[in-house]
């Protein structure tokens, strides 16, 4: 059984045996084929949650196939053996395509935040991490305004905006969350690439672990 020593030293650092460090990771053009997978996995009531419909396969295949990795940004989180569990997605827009967004902010873009976690990962903050995450990029990319948009019922989401302090506003079963942001400065952009360098450590060492377990270990 192979182990993630990189895992394991933050675990010890953060004094956390019951639940794991969570990394963030961004991911790029060849993590595609991943997204899709992890998005097709979610069940109808999760795709109702994370899309505000129950997409079939082929939208779901569509709107993955759409995902400009050189324009927005889209993070993951791999679990110890190699499978993306979680995906957010922060996509920026021009600010006038948002209604709601005229009267948020005097920025020209704006950004979107999406996310979904698989069920065997909930319960341990990915979501929050994940939202963190956005928050810094968009900081750190002097976007001011990050907006959310989901169903009320997604209780999820909703406790994610509640506890960044987002602007909450429901109407007809669906809700749209605000969140102004600071200004950049060196201490969020300090943190930005320590956390990517981090992530990025973690992802290299369970790819590699996982490509050791499948040339060492026989198929069955």
Same mark, same amino acid.
């Given at each position: 059984?192979?182990?993630?020593?990189?895992?394991?030293?933050?675990?010890?650092?953060?004094?956390?045996?019951?639940?794991?460090?969570?990394?963030? &990771?961004? #991911?790029?053009?060849?993590?595609?084929? *991943? !997204?899709?997978?992890?998005?097709?996995?979610?069940?109808?009531?999760?795709?109702?949650? *994370?899309?505000?419909?129950?997409?079939?396969?082929?939208?779901?295949?569509?709107?993955?196939?759409?995902?400009?990795?050189?324009?927005?940004?889209?993070?993951?989180?791999?679990?110890?053996?190699? $499978?993306?569990?979680a995906?957010?997605?922060?996509?920026?827009?021009?600010?006038?395509?948002?209604t709601?967004? #005229?009267?948020?902010?005097? $920025?020209?873009?704006?950004?979107?935040?999406?996310?979904? !976690?698989?069920?065997?990962? +909930?319960?341990?903050?990915?979501?929050?991490?994940?939202?963190? *995450?956005? =928050?810094? +990029?968009?900081?750190? #990319?002097? !976007?001011?305004?990050?907006?959310?948009?989901?169903?009320?019922?997604?209780q999820?989401?909703?406790?994610?905006? $509640? $506890?960044?302090?987002?602007?909450?506003?429901?109407?007809?079963?669906? =809700?749209?969350?605000?969140?102004r942001? #600071?200004?950049?400065?060196?201490?969020?952009?300090? *943190?930005?690439?320590?956390?990517e360098?981090? =992530?990025?450590?973690?992802?290299?060492? &369970?790819?590699?672990?996982?490509?050791?377990?499948?040339?060492? !270990?026989? &198929? &069955?």
């Amino acid at each position: 059984m192979f182990t993630n020593p990189f895992s394991s030293w933050l675990n010890a650092r953060s004094g956390r045996k019951s639940r794991r460090t969570v990394l963030v &990771k961004q #991911l790029h053009e060849r993590d595609r084929r *991943r !997204v899709l997978k992890h998005f097709l996995a979610l069940d109808d009531s999760d795709r109702l949650l *994370r899309f505000g419909t129950r997409l079939p396969d082929e939208l779901v295949e569509a709107y993955v196939a759409k995902i400009d990795f050189s324009r927005d940004t889209v993070y993951g989180v791999y679990n110890p053996v190699f $499978k993306l569990v979680a995906v957010g997605h922060l996509a920026f827009g021009p600010r006038e395509a948002s209604t709601h967004a #005229l009267s948020s902010t005097t $920025k020209d873009i704006v950004a979107e935040f999406g996310v979904s !976690v698989s069920a065997s990962a +909930r319960g341990l903050g990915i979501g929050s991490k994940l939202f963190e *995450r956005a =928050a810094i +990029r968009c900081r750190n #990319l002097d !976007v001011d305004t990050l907006y959310m948009h989901c169903l009320s019922s997604n209780q999820t989401m909703m406790h994610i905006a $509640k $506890k960044a302090g987002m602007e909450i506003q429901r109407d007809y079963g669906e =809700a749209d969350a605000y969140l102004r942001l #600071l200004p950049p400065d060196p201490a969020s952009m300090l *943190r930005e690439a320590i956390d990517e360098q981090f =992530a990025t450590i973690d992802y290299t060492l &369970k790819a590699n672990t996982r490509a050791a377990v499948k040339f060492f !270990v026989p &198929k &069955k």
